[in-house]
Each structure stands twice: as C-alpha cells, then as structure tokens.
C-alpha cells in the first residue's frame, strides 16, 4: 500500500467551529508532514513528525494544533480559524532516513478547507 | 526567501514538443527533487538529484543540476497530454525539511 489517504476531502467552517483533519498511511514512514498550499502557490510546511515526535513547526498559529497517535495516523485540530486560512491542506509521509530533506515524500489529496 | 525560483511560470506546448522547466535556488544543498501536481490534487514525486550528481535519466525525464550556477533543469521529452500538471523543484536543505519552489504550469495542448 502506497498511498496516503487523508480525510475530510472538502470542509467548510465557520469562525466559531472546531474540526480536525486526518491523514493514515501504512507504508511504515516515520516521518508525516502537514503542508498549507493557497492557490497557484507552492505548499509551505506547517508541522512535521518524526517517530511520533514534533521536529518542525513552522512559527504556525495556535489555532492549527497538530497531533500524532501512533506511527500511521496524523491530526489537524483546527479552532477558532480565520477566512485566510482557507486552502488546500496536504499531508505527505517519508520513510525517515537519517536526514529528512533526501527523503522521498509521499502526498495525500489534500483537503480542500473553505472558512466562512 | 529561501524558496527556489522556477521559470518559465506558465509555459503551453503541444503535444509530442519537448518541455524545459528551470529551477534556481540561493542556498547550499544535498538534493534536489522534482514533483508533479495535477490541478488541486497532491504532489507526485518524479526524481530525486543529489548534490554531487549532474544529470539523471527517469522514463522521458531528464534532469540536470549544476551546483556552481545553483540550478536545475527539468526535461520532459516527447509531451503527453497527460503532462498537463503543475511542476515543483525542491531543495533539500539542512538535515530536516524540502522546500519547494514556486512551480511551473504547463499546459499540453492537444
């Protein structure tokens, strides 16, 4: 199985609401990545995990609170969010190799958030 | 910015011409990868360079990297149009994260 799967694929919210984003792979990647991608952009890194554990967080606010279960499983709690973080929301997981940055990512759909 | 800046933004061809896409970068680096994104969908890994690697061949992909200039070309010969995606570099810089470049469309016109 080499796919990422993420879930919801659309999602509208108000101001006031609270979701969350999932994401499942099962290749056995250490490594699962949480990226921002606007329209005719590139994707910009939010979060990443590696063993489970949070390395990076880009300087994003606290209203995206990430979460990690277990090796295959990555969440996106979203609260209190603002109409410019509407975007595509795309995870992608690695194998973890030594370094990240040779790694090979492997992307979900993405999930198309809209915040009225 | 420390992301890469790729040229041309948007280029249309038609089928069966060559495609080139360019991609500069303004740091030190141990790889460069190219990604595909069809429109709205994720990223599609097509080819990974290292640093001390020049030109690298996958199917109808040809990538070259020169270091010193701090630039990388994507070929794509013979286009489908199926190619029609969007195309990201990504420079693999320090030990921990890629960060992508601003991408070109293309667009094969049948």
């Known amino acids: 199985d080499t796919e990422v799967t993420q879930t919801p694929k659309h999602l509208v919210m108000g101001m006031t609401n609270k979701k969350s984003l999932k994401c499942e792979q099962h290749?056995?990647?250490?490594?699962m990545y949480w990226y921002k991608q606007k329209a005719k952009k590139p994707p910009e890194l939010m979060f990443v995990?590696?063993?489970?554990?949070?390395?990076i967080n880009e300087s994003v606010p606290s209203r995206f609170s990430p979460e990690c279960p277990n090796s295959s499983l990555l969440n996106l709690h979203l609260h209190a969010l603002q109409p410019e973080d509407s975007a595509l929301y795309l995870c992608a997981s690695s194998q973890d190799q030594r370094r990240l940055s040779t790694d090979t990512q492997y992307f979900g759909p993405g999930t198309r958030l809209t915040v009225l | 910015s420390q992301q890469g800046e790729e040229d041309p933004q948007a280029l249309s061809i038609q089928e069966g011409e060559n495609a080139t896409m360019n991609c500069s970068y303004k740091t030190s680096i141990n790889n460069l990868q190219w990604y595909r994104q069809n429109s709205g969908r994720g990223l599609v890994h097509l080819i990974l360079i290292r640093s001390n690697e020049r030109e690298k061949h996958s199917g109808r992909l040809r990538v070259t990297l020169d270091t010193s200039k701090k630039s990388s070309s994507l070929l794509i010969t013979a286009s489908r149009a199926a190619d029609t995606a969007s195309y990201f570099c990504a420079t693999g810089q320090g030990a921990q994260k890629l960060v992508f470049g601003q991408g070109t469309r293309l667009t094969i016109n049948p």
């Open positions: 995990y590696s063993y489970e554990k949070l390395s």
């Open positions: 290749m056995g990647h250490r490594a």
